[in-house]
Nanobody, 115 residues
Framework: QVQLVESGGGLVQPGGSLRLSCAAS????????MGWYRQPPGKQRELVAS???????DYADSVKGRFTISRDNAKNTVSLQMNSLKPEDTAVYYC?????????WGQGTQVTVSS
């Protein structure tokens, strides 16, 4: 059973930084593309960033230059460093992977950017 557990959310002022982490178990982590999604209040879930098993990354235009996704295959973790945070980054952030045909999601972690 694949399990994803996020941590690191919280309240931060505009311009601040947060680092999210996701610990994965029950899967061959280093073979999987990992992703971070977010769901703002009243909106649909959207892809924020992804990283392949080979380390190639992709970002939503809205976060390019501010967010960085990384992975540590030895620790089965994927992280999202978020800098220069804006109020519009406020959302529940979810870790995601799809090792076969099934999507797996973490429980989500709340990020609130507000003064």
């Amino acid at each position: 059973q694949v399990q994803l557990v996020e941590s690191g959310g919280g309240l931060v002022q505009p311009g601040g930084s947060l680092r999210l982490s996701c610990a994965a178990s029950g899967t061959i982590f280093n073979r999987n593309t990992m992703g971070w999604y977010r769901q703002p209040p009243g909106k649909q879930r959207e892809l924020v960033a992804s990283i392949t098993s080979g380390g190639s990354t992709d970002y939503a235009d809205s976060v390019k230059g501010r967010f960085t996704i990384s992975r540590d295959n030895a620790k089965n973790t994927v992280s999202l460093q978020m800098n220069s945070l804006k109020p519009e980054d406020t959302a529940v952030y979810y870790c995601h992977t799809k090792p076969g045909r099934v999507n797996y999601w973490g429980q989500g972690t709340q990020v609130t950017v507000s003064s």
